[in-house]
Nanobody, 124 residues
Framework: QVQLVQSGGGLVQAGGSLRLSCEDS????????MAWLRQAPGKERELVAS????????SYGAPVRGRFTISRDNARNTVFLQMNDLKPEDTAVYYC?????????????????WGQGTQVTVSS
């Protein structure tokens, strides 16, 4: 059974940085696309970033482009999200997702495999 365990997150002031991690227990991690999505209260879930199986292709949602970086370490079965220059509008619960499909235009279609969610709160 696939298990995604997230760590990181918390409370930070605007302009600060946080790093999220997501460790995947699946043996197929090294062949899977990975992504981070977020959901703020009262809003739809949105894609933050996705990365292909070997890490040489990344896509980002427009609100985070240039500030966030997704990366992965296949030797550690872990995907990361480095978040810099955080803004209050980045406040949300962040989820990692394993094994979804990446579209040609940067879309990401999540699988049913999700991390437990991590709260990120950015104060102004």
């Amino acid at each position: 059974q696939v298990q995604l365990v997230q760590s990181g997150g918390g409370l930070v002031q605007a302009g600060g940085s946080l790093r999220l991690s997501c460790e995947d227990s699946a043996a197929t991690f090294g062949r899977s696309n990975m992504a981070w999505l977020r959901q703020a209260p009262g809003k739809e879930r949105e894609l933050v970033a996705s990365i292909n199986w070997n890490g040489n292709s990344q896509s980002y949602g427009a609100p985070v482009r240039g500030r966030f970086t997704i990366s992965r370490d296949n030797a550690r079965n872990t995907v990361f999200l480095q978040m810099n220059d955080l803004k209050p509008e980045d406040t949300a619960v962040y989820y990692c997702n394993a094994g979804g499909a990446r579209g040609a235009t940067g879309d990401y279609y999540p699988s049913n495999y999700w991390g437990q969610g991590t709260q990120v709160t950015v104060s102004s």
